[in-house]
């Protein structure tokens, strides 16, 4: 299987020199890649500071790395011609958090759906245009008839998302970064919003990235996860793995974390409450979760521990399991190949229902 979108050993450093005591880290040595020919869902979870806002930008190709390649259908992103910059454009898409911000005010829906086609050439005709947004639109679960020729501010927030869902998908592309798409969607939505993810990657073969702080989300849309902490990975593999069976002291922590009673709160916050500057403060040499973990050992604070593959499709960067094989960054891969969900359907979730 041929690699679409890959991160080779990608560091994105801001500021101060590589890795120097004034430089922020915001994302360090991470490997992804998405497999072309095999639509999967990739779960990115992390809290704010995580790295996910600079991975998902690094993925759009909006900033480079400071170290490490990021590589479209094998070429380095940094080499590509102008033409194949534009189909990197067209076949990654991006859907953001708040879908108000991305829309001009005084442009109907129209305008917003047939922009990406004028300027991506997706239509030959006016009727090739307009299939192609009505079949768009339905896809999301709107009917044309509904959203067309009205303004952003006559629609509710879930069709103003599924309209970013459209626009995206206008374009047909091969993969889409969806960056906490539901956060700011009404509970009652949320999981409408997510089926219509999954119908994207099920029936048309698109590839999910899932950025979210929202374990419980991500469980039931992932196949595989990716669980970040200060811009490295703690722990990643199938996500029946990392979410129902958590071995790093810090997802573990989440898990624990996530409310079963009130769907209104999010994972992470009982965490953050009990997590001081001091015990949050970033971590230069030794494991970063160093001052928040309650088994921290001597050698956490000395080297940062490599990912331990515990089974075939999770591995853990903790010290903890280093009875396990350790795997270089650029064989992350293999923890998250060939995992699939369960689906919203039929779920059986160890946390809330978002249905409710
Ligand atoms: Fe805790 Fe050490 Fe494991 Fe880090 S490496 S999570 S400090 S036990």
Redo the contacts with the bound molecule.
């Keep these: 299987m041929d690699a679409l979108l890959e991160l080779r050993d990608v560091s994105k450093v801001y500021g101060g020199g590589m890795f120097g005591r004034t430089s922020t880290i915001a994302l360090e040595t991470m490997s992804l890649t998405i497999f072309d020919g095999k639509p999967t869902v990739t779960v990115v979870a992390g809290e704010s500071g995580s790295g996910k806002t600079t991975l998902a930008n690094l993925l759009l190709g909006i900033v480079e790395p400071t170290t490490g390649r990021i590589m479209y259908r094998g070429k380095d992103l940094t080499e590509t011609s102008a033409a194949e910059r534009m189909i990197f454009r067209r076949d990654v898409q991006v859907i953001f958090q708040d879908p108000f911000e991305s829309y001009n005010p005084f442009h109907k829906v129209d305008r917003v759906l047939r922009a990406p086609i004028r300027k991506f050439r997706r239509a030959r005709t006016e009727d090739d245009a307009k299939k192609l947004i009505s079949g768009a639109l339905e896809m999301v679960g709107l009917r044309p008839e509904d959203t067309l020729g009205r303004f952003p501010h006559e629609l509710s927030g879930g069709q103003r998302q599924r309209i970013m869902m459209a626009r995206a998908l206008v374009l047909q592309p091969r993969i889409i970064i969806a960056d906490e798409p539901v956060s700011m969607v009404d509970a009652s939505l949320r999981a409408t919003i997510l089926e219509s993810l999954l119908r994207l990657n099920r029936e048309l073969g698109i590839s999910l990235i899932y950025i979210t702080h929202d374990l419980t989300t991500a469980y039931q849309v992932g196949d595989s996860a990716i669980i970040l902490y200060q811009g490295i990975v703690a722990e990643s593999g199938s996500v029946d793995l990392v979410i129902k069976n958590p071995k790093?002291?810090?997802t573990q922590q989440l898990v624990d974390s996530i409310p079963l009673a009130d769907p209104d709160l999010r994972w992470g916050r009982n965490t953050a409450a009990t997590a001081t500057d001091e015990d949050t403060g970033i971590v230069h040499t030794g494991?970063k979760?160093?001052r928040r973990?309650p088994?921290?050992?001597a050698?956490?604070s000395e080297r940062r521990?490599p990912i331990y593959r515990t089974e075939a499709r999770h591995g853990v960067?903790?010290?903890?399991y280093r009875e396990s094989p350790a795997l270089a960054s650029a064989e992350l891969e293999r923890l998250l190949k060939d995992a699939s969900h369960p689906g919203l359907a039929n779920i059986e979730s160890p946390m809330m229902d978002v249905n409710r």
Excluded at 317 to 320: G, I, M, N, P, R
Aim: charged fraction near 5%.
């Design positions: 790093h002291p810090y494991c979760f160093v973990c088994h921290a050992m050698e956490c521990p960067a903790c010290f903890l």
